[in-house]
């Protein structure tokens, strides 16, 4: 009887010693970014990508929606001085970005004018728009203070990734999918050594032609 006691006592003891083991976090792992569960405000400038020749504006943040107007780009025009198309980003929302305000300004030239661009209010992808992010750190939440997911030392995301998408906005913080796509001396990476992630940054630069005059937002 004892013995079986003791066997009994032994295994339950191995059970309990298993299933802390299952329960037990992974350290390892660090935790994934914050992302909100709904639509964000937003308030910076941004430009188009210039992946396809033109940007639908839709009248709500959906593919099936009706087009309203749309966006040139420079997918089309290397031979022509023109510039990529600014506007103003207002929603972050399931993969879309609420714009208004949209200009060609910059095109104007003596060899060329501003193109016809939607200038309403109206949903783009969130693919289709670029910033610039003068800062190499990416965080976890829209806090300095909480965990760091990306460092690149000195060099800025802008320099050394591809933003995928804007997923959502906290002033004055953006969340980012972005892509490591070039090395530390700005060789694009082959396919195999690009990595992907999402992190909350700041530092966002609105101007497609230069850099931004702004105080690091990394010291």
């Known amino acids: 009887m004892q013995k ?26 660090p935790a994934g970014p914050w992302t909100p569960a709904g639509a964000t405000a937003c308030d910076f400038g941004a430009w188009t990508q210039d992946v396809k020749p033109a940007i639908r504006v ?3 943040p959906a593919a099936d929606a009706a087009v309203v107007g749309s ?11 023109y510039y990529s198309v600014n506007f103003q980003v207002h929603e972050a929302r399931a993969g879309w970005l609420r714009i208004s305000d949209a200009n060609d300004d910059d095109s104007a030239g003596d060899h060329t004018r501003p193109r016809p661009v939607y200038r309403g209010t109206g ?3 969130s693919d289709d728009a670029r910033i610039g992010i003068q800062s190499a750190r990416g965080y976890a939440r829209p806090d300095s203070a909480s965990a760091r997911l990306l ?29 490591i796509d070039r090395g530390t001396g700005m060789q694009r990476l082959p396919e195999a050594q690009r990595t992907r992630g999402r992190a909350w940054f700041r530092g966002v630069c609105s101007n497609a032609v230069t850099t931004c005059d702004m105080r690091s937002v990394d010291n």
């Open 4 to 29: 079986t006691d003791k066997h009994a006592l032994s295994v339950r003891g191995l059970a309990l010693v298993l299933s802390c083991a299952v329960l037990a976090p992974a350290a390892a792992q």
């Open 123 to 125: 949903w783009i992808r």
């Open 151 to 179: 460092d690149l030392g000195d060099d800025w995301l802008t320099d050394r990734g591809t933003i995928r998408h804007i997923v959502a906005c906290q002033a004055p913080w953006v969340l980012l999918d972005y892509e």
């Open 71 to 81: 966006l040139p780009t420079t997918r089309n025009d290397a031979d022509a001085d």
């Open 58 to 60: 839709h009248a709500a």
